[in-house]
């Protein structure tokens, strides 16, 4: 029988079950959909990484990662007339630190910290451009996570899930696939309608982006 009782402790051991490895690494993230991610973030780029250095300029914390990019697309506003040339990271994992590969291509989302400097961590939606989904790169190509901005995705931990508020989408990869990257986190968006509610759209049917 599934009574409130076991549908917490089945959220419980879910939660430490995803979480283990941030825990062991030191640097602990919120379970979120890509989109969650994406809107929360002040910036989201399409880029290729071209170098990398360890900083020791006065205003960067000790141990700061520069890594040198070629902006090739913005999904996320940011000042138009200037391009992006330097992304900043923690030189540890345990600190949130994120580890590029030279000569790829990244989908990039992160903070504007001081002097407009882009940073980047383990927690934001980092991902090499060939690993999206077709779908993924769809709705960053047409700004539909943008879009969905208005919407709020809630995290289901436990069955029954949640019903719905007219705002929302109920996100069920963490209950029925036990991921962050389940079918809803790689196929689908969560879109206001003319009705005024919020669905899941998608499903994987997109051709891939060539961008």
């Known amino acids: 029988m599934n009574t409130p009782v076991t549908g917490l402790l089945l959220s419980v051991l879910l939660l430490l079950t995803l979480r283990l490895q941030e825990l062991v690494d030191g640097c602990t993230c919120s379970l979120d959909h890509p989109q969650?991610?994406?809107?929360?973030?002040?910036?989201?780029?399409?880029v290729l990484v071209t170098s990398k250095r360890l900083v020791s300029s006065g205003n960067m914390p000790p141990g700061t990662v520069e890594y040198t990019v070629k902006q090739d697309k913005t999904y996320k506003e940011f000042e138009k007339n200037e391009k992006v040339e330097y992304i900043y990271t923690a030189s540890s994992s345990a600190a949130c630190g994120v580890e590029l590969e030279i000569n790829n291509w990244y989908l990039i989302t992160g903070r504007?910290?001081?002097?407009?400097k882009i940073h980047i961590g383990l927690c934001n939606w980092i991902a090499r451009w060939d690993d999206l989904t077709s779908s993924q790169q769809q709705y960053l190509h047409w700004n539909k996570y943008e879009m969905g901005c208005s919407c709020q995705i809630v995290s289901c931990l436990s069955l029954p899930c949640p019903t719905p508020a007219k705002n929302q989408c109920v996100w069920t990869d963490l209950v029925t696939e036990?991921?962050?990257a389940g079918s809803q986190a790689k196929n689908s968006v969560c879109l206001k309608q003319r009705d005024g509610f919020c669905y899941w759209c998608g499903g994987g049917s997109a051709s891939v982006y060539e961008p």
């Open 112 to 116: 504007i910290g001081n002097q407009g």
């Open 36 to 46: 969650t991610i994406f809107c929360n973030s002040d910036v989201a780029l399409r």
């Open 178 to 180: 036990k991921t962050t």
